[in-house]
């Protein structure tokens, strides 16, 4: 490979600069040339692309957001528009890439992967959705912003006596709420990958509420549904005063984590020294706490289910 480029696509995660800033530090030190593509596939197709240096990414790392700026972009999914990617990039001379995010942004990789691009897959998102690895960038810090919000939700929950329900994102997984749930000690968390009864979580909180309990925090993961709909049948089916919280995009933004730091250094300066060795194809993750290398088609396929272990656990120590 003589020529790499690196993007940001999909939703935005706390570390991607990091990730960024470890790509093209680590091109440079092997003495090759590194271009940054701004807005993901939309600026490759748009050629927005420019040369990075050192001072390029500089004063980032401690920054949410991603300098790179990105897109969902529905042109990509198309064969024209991956074939116009591709000339793009042949066009700049770049003939290995690094793509930074979550599935949908992988299934463009292997796109330009069939045009003869090199690519390297790092992934970002703090949903914690990604099949072939434990962990993503941007999971730790946004489970940490929801662990902050707990906190102070439950003050005013237990001055008030209230019941708060609070729903996180994670589109159709529920990795961010059971762990916040989890490390901020939720009365129940719901999650779509497991089935429940609002009046068995009814029937908690009033066992909760019965033997003293000032205030009950219920965790919902949006892939469950609506918040606002839950909070009005519990209030009504237990009487207790109920609040909603929707807690949003301020889940997305925020100073990384040294979690997320760290990770997102490892996998970019990983993903260069793969490139460079003629690697192309794979995504990196993390497994049982070591970084690893898997191919990007098991990446987006194989079963990577929430830990039951974890949920049952939480259950317990939150009767
Ligand atoms: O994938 C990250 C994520 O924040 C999901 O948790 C959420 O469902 C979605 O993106 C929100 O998307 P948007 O940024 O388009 O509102």
Same mark, same amino acid.
């Given at each position: 490979?003589?020529? !790499?480029?690196?993007?940001?696509?999909?939703?935005?995660?706390?570390?991607?600069?990091?990730?960024?800033?470890?790509?093209?530090?680590?091109? !440079?030190?092997?003495?090759?040339?590194?271009?940054?593509?701004?807005?993901?596939?939309?600026?490759?197709?748009?050629?927005?692309?420019?040369?990075?240096?050192?001072?390029?990414?500089?004063?980032?790392?401690?920054?949410?957001?991603?300098?790179?700026?990105?897109?969902?972009?529905?042109?990509?999914?198309?064969?024209?528009?991956?074939?116009?990617?591709?000339?793009?990039?042949?066009?700049?001379?770049?003939?290995?890439?690094?793509?930074?995010?979550?599935?949908?942004?992988?299934?463009?990789?292997?796109?330009?992967?069939?045009?003869?691009?090199?690519?390297?897959?790092?992934?970002?998102?703090?949903?914690?959705?990604?099949?072939?690895?434990?962990?993503?960038?941007?999971?730790?810090?946004?489970?940490?912003?929801?662990?902050?919000?707990?906190?102070?939700?439950?003050?005013?929950?237990?001055?008030?006596?209230?019941?708060?329900? !609070?729903?996180?994102?994670?589109?159709?997984?529920?990795?961010?709420?059971?762990?916040?749930?989890?490390?901020?000690?939720?009365?129940?968390?719901?999650?779509?990958?497991?089935?429940?009864?609002?009046?068995?979580?009814?029937?908690?909180?009033?066992?909760?509420?019965?033997?003293?309990?000032?205030?009950?925090?219920?965790?919902?993961?949006?892939?469950?549904?609506?918040?606002?709909?839950?909070?009005?049948?519990?209030?009504?089916?237990?009487?207790?005063?109920?609040?909603?919280?929707?807690?949003?995009?301020?889940?997305?933004?925020?100073?990384?984590?040294?979690?997320?730091?760290?990770?997102?250094?490892?996998?970019?300066?990983?993903?260069?020294?793969?490139?460079?060795?003629?690697?192309?194809?794979?995504?990196?993750?993390?497994?049982?706490?070591?970084?690893?290398?898997?191919?990007?088609?098991?990446?987006?396929?194989?079963?990577?289910?929430?830990?039951?272990?974890?949920?049952?656990?939480?259950?317990?120590?939150?009767?």
């Amino acid at each position: 490979v003589q020529h !790499i480029g690196v993007l940001t696509s999909g939703g935005d995660a706390p570390g991607m600069n990091a990730c960024v800033r470890a790509v093209v530090r680590m091109a !440079i030190y092997r003495k090759v040339k590194i271009s940054g593509i701004m807005r993901g596939y939309a600026g490759l197709l748009a050629g927005e692309m420019k040369p990075m240096d050192l001072g390029s990414v500089g004063d980032i790392i401690h920054r949410g957001g991603t300098l790179l700026r990105t897109a969902r972009c529905k042109e990509f999914y198309e064969p024209e528009g991956q074939e116009r990617g591709a000339r793009r990039l042949q066009e700049a001379g770049i003939d290995g890439l690094v793509v930074i995010g979550g599935d949908g942004s992988f299934r463009g990789a292997q796109a330009l992967m069939r045009h003869g691009i090199s690519v390297i897959g790092i992934p970002g998102t703090i949903d914690n959705d990604i099949p072939g690895t434990d962990y993503t960038i941007g999971f730790d810090t946004a489970v940490n912003t929801v662990l902050d919000a707990i906190n102070k939700i439950r003050d005013t929950a237990t001055s008030h006596d209230r019941t708060n329900v !609070i729903e996180v994102m994670g589109r159709r997984a529920g990795h961010i709420a059971l762990l916040s749930g989890l490390a901020g000690g939720a009365e129940s968390i719901l999650v779509p990958e497991v089935p429940f009864d609002v009046d068995v979580v009814c029937a908690r909180l009033m066992r909760g509420h019965n033997r003293g309990k000032l205030h009950s925090i219920i965790l919902v993961a949006e892939g469950v549904g609506s918040a606002v709909e839950l909070g009005k049948q519990i209030e009504q089916k237990t009487g207790l005063e109920t609040r909603v919280t929707i807690l949003g995009h301020i889940q997305r933004g925020g100073s990384p984590t040294a979690t997320d730091r760290i990770w997102a250094s490892q996998m970019g300066s990983r993903a260069v020294d793969l490139l460079l060795a003629g690697k192309s194809g794979l995504m990196l993750g993390v497994r049982r706490g070591e970084l690893v290398e898997v191919a990007l088609d098991k990446a987006m396929t194989e079963r990577h289910g929430l830990d039951q272990e974890l949920y049952q656990l939480a259950g317990i120590l939150s009767i």
